[in-house]
Nanobody, 120 residues
Framework: QVQLVESGGGLVQPGGSLRLSCAAS????????MGWYRQAPGKQRELVAR???????NYADSVKGRFTISRDNAKNTVYLQMNSLKPEDTAVYYC??????????????WGQGTQVTVSS
């Protein structure tokens, strides 16, 4: 069974930086895309960044130039480097994967979420 586990969240002051990690475990046959979403209380979950297997990336307009998504295939890990953090970045951040588990078909997986709080 595939699992995604996030880490790296915490409390940071405006203008600070955090690096989130998402480690994938289980038998994965193929990965189409990995991404990061976030959800603030009372708001809908929104896409923050996405990384396709081709290497192409997509970012929400609100984070362009500040956040960078990357991967380490050897470690089965995707990262989100967050710089110049703003209070409006405060949310629970979720790792997302669109992949094929061994013996299965294309499926979407979610991590448990990690809290990011930007406050002075």
């Amino acid at each position: 069974q595939v699992q995604l586990v996030e880490s790296g969240g915490g409390l940071v002051q405006p203008g600070g930086s955090l690096r989130l990690s998402c480690a994938a475990s289980g038998s994965i046959l193929q990965v189409n895309a990995m991404g990061w979403y976030r959800q603030a209380p009372g708001k809908q979950r929104e896409l923050v960044a996405r990384l396709l297997s081709s290497g192409s990336t997509n970012y929400a307009d609100s984070v362009k130039g500040r956040f960078t998504i990357s991967r380490d295939n050897a470690k089965n890990t995707v990262y989100l480097q967050m710089n110049s953090l703003k209070p409006e970045d405060t949310a629970v951040y979720y790792c997302n994967g669109y992949l094929i588990p061994y013996g299965g078909s294309w499926s979407v997986y979610w991590g448990q979420g990690t809290q990011v709080t930007v406050s002075s």
